[in-house]
């Protein structure tokens, strides 16, 4: 009898719970290593990123600091300039503005409280207030190395020690003042970098240059002879005049016709000859301003000690232009008087002649001054010629800028000749098509 194939039976363990509750915790152990090693792998991989970005950041903030004490920011002729030499000069000049123009540096369209790069100056060129200082202190290192190189070829030489040293110490007082460290001063006023030894030789250099452009005033002093020939070409740009002179002035309203300035002038006219009339019959000339001043000013005609109407040292420039040819005629003589029209300003005016003369001291002093600026400007402009700007780098805004103005016409001219062109195409187009239609 056959026998019959019977499955295999395989004899499984039976588990207990105690046998799955081990198996579970060594489970767990397995995982807990695995996860201890990630951990001690992945926190020794953050530790390596954290300490390469502080080594990094720190090497990087070393490279841009030599890089601005010893990189070339621009070069200047054959000198190279650092940002820290140019940082310097562009301080200095910014300081120096402020100091001059602080005041009215509103009405120039500065705003001291914002940053420069931020305000724009030249509409035409997009070029910023910043672009204009980067310009000016790029015109004033240009200067400095011109006169240093011509002084050292002429064998100028300048002992600036006491100089240097008494800057140094109104440095430390300005610091002071401001409840500044010396050093924090050095940043925020001559750039990032400055410190008092770094830039010592920029220091140096702007005294021996001072001292050098006073010994190029002094070699191109004019002679006397230059002075007089100077003075005799044009006297009355020179001499003072003594006046005394009082204004009527129209009160017109904002619609005034024509027709109501010509009555409001002519009342004046009458007024200021009625002023003259009695000013040749011998009435006081203050007293006559008084009577005819508006009550603000009466006051001020009828203090005695002030002598109000009076207008002693008078430049021609200075005084004002419709009555510059009467005080400075040549034939004018002492009490001539006259009513003389300002048409533009709607007023009149009476005027008295007292005495014009030449102060030669202070004249020749001035044409001195002025002739040999003159002449030294000019010499320097010859040397300054030879000093190339290169900016590599594309630091300096404004040697690449260009007038908008001018590309806007330039473009319209395109257009228009394009248009022009199309126009002529077109024209050309139809007379083509008139020509078809005869030959068809």
């Given at each position: 009898m056959a026998k019959k194939n019977e499955p295999e039976v395989t004899e499984q363990k039976v588990q207990t719970r105690y046998d799955k509750k081990m198996a579970a915790r060594k489970a767990k152990e397995e995982r807990d290593r695995r996860d201890e090693k990630i951990f001690k792998t992945v926190t020794a991989v953050i530790g390596i990123a954290i300490v390469l970005a502080i080594v990094i950041g720190f090497g990087s903030s070393i490279v841009k600091k030599q890089t601005a004490l010893h990189g070339t920011y621009i070069q200047v002729g054959e000198e190279n300039i650092s940002k820290l030499e140019f940082d310097y000069y562009y301080?200095?000049?910014?300081?120096?503005y402020l100091s001059t123009y602080g005041s009215i540096a509103s009405y120039m369209g500065l705003d001291t409280s914002k940053d420069p790069a931020e305000q724009i100056y030249d509409q035409d060129k997009n070029l910023t207030w910043k672009d204009l200082f980067e310009e000016m202190a790029v015109q004033q290192i240009v200067?400095?190395?011109?006169?240093?190189a011509d002084a050292q070829a002429n064998g100028f030489t300048y002992d600036s020690t006491e100089e240097y040293e008494s800057q140094i110490e109104q440095f430390r007082s300005a610091a002071d003042s401001a409840a500044e460290t010396l050093s924090v001063y050095y940043r925020e006023t001559f750039g990032d970098y400055a410190t008092e030894k770094n830039i010592k030789p920029f220091l140096e250099d702007a005294l021996l240059t001072n001292a050098y452009y006073q010994e190029l005033l002094a070699k191109n002093a004019p002679s006397e002879e230059e002075i007089k020939t100077t003075y005799e070409a044009d006297p009355a740009s020179y001499d003072d005049?003594?006046?005394?002179?009082?204004?009527?002035?129209?009160?017109?309203?904002?619609?005034a016709t024509e027709d109501d300035i010509a009555a409001a002038m002519d009342d004046l006219k009458a007024k200021a000859d009625a002023f003259l009339t009695e000013r040749k019959a011998g009435g006081d000339f203050n007293a006559l301003c008084a009577e005819n001043a508006s009550e603000d000013d009466k006051a001020n005609y009828e203090d005695t000690e002030s002598d109000y109407s009076l207008k002693e040292g008078q430049r021609k420039s200075y005084a004002p232009s419709v009555i510059q040819d009467f005080l400075f005629d040549d034939t004018r003589a002492?009490?001539?008087?006259?009513?003389?029209?300002?048409?533009?300003?709607?007023?009149?005016y009476v005027v008295e002649f007292i005495k014009?003369?030449?102060?030669?001291?202070?004249?020749?002093?001035?044409?001195?001054?002025?002739?040999?600026?003159?002449?030294?400007?000019?010499?320097?402009?010859?040397?300054?010629?030879?000093?190339?700007?290169?900016?590599?780098?594309?630091?300096?805004?404004?040697?690449t800028a260009t007038d908008s103005s001018s590309d806007s016409t330039a473009a319209d001219g395109s257009d228009s000749t394009d248009e022009t062109s199309d126009t002529g195409t077109a024209e050309s187009d139809e007379m083509d098509g008139t020509e078809d239609t005869a030959e068809e």
């Open positions: 301080h200095s000049v910014v300081n120096s200067s400095t190395y011109a006169m240093k005049v003594d006046y005394r002179s009082f204004v009527f002035k129209a009160d017109l309203a904002d619609d002492e009490g001539d008087i006259e009513v003389i029209e300002d048409t533009d300003n709607h007023q009149y014009r003369y030449y102060d030669a001291e202070t004249v020749d002093s001035e044409i001195s001054d002025s002739m040999a600026s003159d002449a030294t400007a000019a010499y320097l402009s010859s040397l300054t010629e030879k000093f190339e700007v290169s900016d590599q780098k594309g630091h300096l805004n404004y040697l």
